[in-house]
């Protein structure tokens, strides 16, 4: 191998590992961004495409300015004098854990599965004294103008338990994965999402592994 193959090859395996740095840290900031309600900081982690799309256990979003309605319009941001009311006594900590992530040999594209464990505190049935809810994340990168931006994400529940409940025990209220978000930027689910119960038989691949990939071809 000549030593402008390896130059090559190594430059190649460097931009990979920036890529995934790059997508590890998104993440990470949308943990602690989602942590404080610094949501209109989260907007700006996305790219601004017509494409976009947010599928939460209660609706999907497609478009940047449907990701932003989401997160700002209906979850509300710290700094929105009209949102401190509703914000107080409310936490909401969701980590990112198990990361699997691949990026595409062009470069252009990454894509990347987490389990995220969590807690949540919220004047809400089931949730006044503080509740486990866990996650998975299923991401699309893209890069953006040479930044790294989220491009598709999906939100899959796994369960919301009180904090003082077993969750083996079936939930006092379903989660949000069974109750469809009354929006006009909110498209309804193509399926109900898998939440678990006691008779629930786990997924086998949801969401599916990242595996090497040579470019984008669909989501």
């Not at 198990?98 to 990026?103: A, K, R, S």
């Not at 809810?133 to 790294?148: P, S």
């Not at 598709?152 to 469809?180: C, N, T, V």
Request: proline share 7%; with cysteine; hydrophobic share 35%.
């Amino acid at each position: 191998m000549t030593e402008e193959k390896i130059r090559e090859q190594l430059e190649h395996k460097l931009l990979k590992l920036e890529a995934q740095e790059a997508c590890r840290n998104l993440m990470g900031r949308y943990s602690y961004y989602g942590t404080a309600f610094r949501n209109k900081e989260t907007v700006e982690l996305w790219a601004k495409r017509e494409d976009d799309k947010l599928v939460m256990p209660f609706g999907k979003f497609v478009g940047w300015e449907a990701v932003r309605h989401c997160y700002v319009d209906l979850h509300g941001d710290r700094n929105n004098p009209d949102d401190i009311d509703e914000l107080r006594g409310l936490m909401m900590i969701h980590l990112m854990n198990t990361e699997i992530i691949e990026v595409a040999a062009d470069g252009k594209t990454a894509k990347g599965v987490w389990l995220s464990p969590g807690t949540e505190t919220a004047p809400q049935p089931g949730k006044e004294k503080g509740a486990w809810c866990w996650g998975k994340y299923e991401v699309e990168f893209i890069k953006e103008d040479g930044t790294w931006k989220f491009w598709h994400m999906i939100l899959y529940p796994l369960f919301l338990s009180p904090y003082d409940r077993s969750w083996g025990q079936p939930a006092p209220e379903k989660m949000l994965g069974q109750i469809q978000l009354e929006d006009p930027m909110c498209q309804p689910l193509d399926a109900p999402m898998w939440e678990y119960g006691p008779d629930a038989e786990y997924p086998y691949d949801e969401p599916t592994l990242s595996v090497p990939y040579d470019h984008y071809t669909g989501f």
